[in-house]
């Protein structure tokens, strides 16, 4: 397994991205940040709409990334909801920053499912107390004029979750991910 590396699982908002990743952070013994984790502060101060809100988000998108970069070796799992779009993608780039300052390999994981399974969860008991989206129109909308970010230059994993409970997503992308850091050649040790 690589001694350093980043999985960031990117997903639609609802579709499960904690929960499976609370399951597979258990099953690579991993830390975990979600995206709420930084959103959240933003969130319960500002409206999104005003100005103090992005510059407190880029506040503390900056000062988490930046320590992040300096924690010791190991396993870090990152959740998002990006679409294909520019910016999204530059949000992306940060990651890929991260990886790079780190020495460290990225792995992108997609999580998708069926609209009508992705709308059940988003209403979800515990959503709303945790500033996360509820509106299924606005999931509606998001879905039908994004498309979720399949970033390039990063081995991808893709797996559609509609059927699959949290624990059995977690283990098949235990499994992939194990097979990605395996076949990665590793930096060699420093000769004494």
Not at 77 to 86: F, M, Q, W
Not at 170 to 188: D, G, K, M, N, V
Request: aromatic share 2%; with cysteine.
């Amino acid at each position: 397994m690589a001694a350093d590396a980043i999985i960031h699982i990117n997903g639609w908002p609802g579709s499960g991205k904690l929960t499976i990743a609370r399951e597979l952070a258990a099953l690579l013994d991993a830390r975990l940040l979600d995206n709420h984790t930084i959103i959240n502060p933003a969130e319960v101060l500002f409206e999104r709409r005003d100005p103090l809100h992005h510059s407190l988000l880029k506040a503390l998108r900056a000062a988490i990334l930046d320590h992040v970069a300096r924690m010791r070796p190991g396993l870090l799992i990152l959740t998002d909801a990006l679409a294909d779009d520019v910016h999204d993608s530059a949000v992306f780039d940060e990651y890929r920053a991260l990886a790079a300052a780190r020495g460290a390999e990225l792995v992108a994981i997609v999580l998708d499912c069926a609209p009508e399974q992705n709308a059940a969860r988003l209403v979800a008991a515990g959503r709303a107390e945790r500033h996360k989206l509820t509106d299924p129109a606005v999931l509606a909308s998001l879905r039908a004029n994004h498309r979720l970010l399949r970033p390039a230059g990063a081995p991808l994993v893709e797996l559609d979750i509609t059927d699959l409970s949290p624990d059995v997503a977690a283990a098949l992308l235990a499994e992939r991910c194990r097979a990605i850091f395996e076949s990665t050649p590793q930096p060699a040790e420093p000769m004494p």
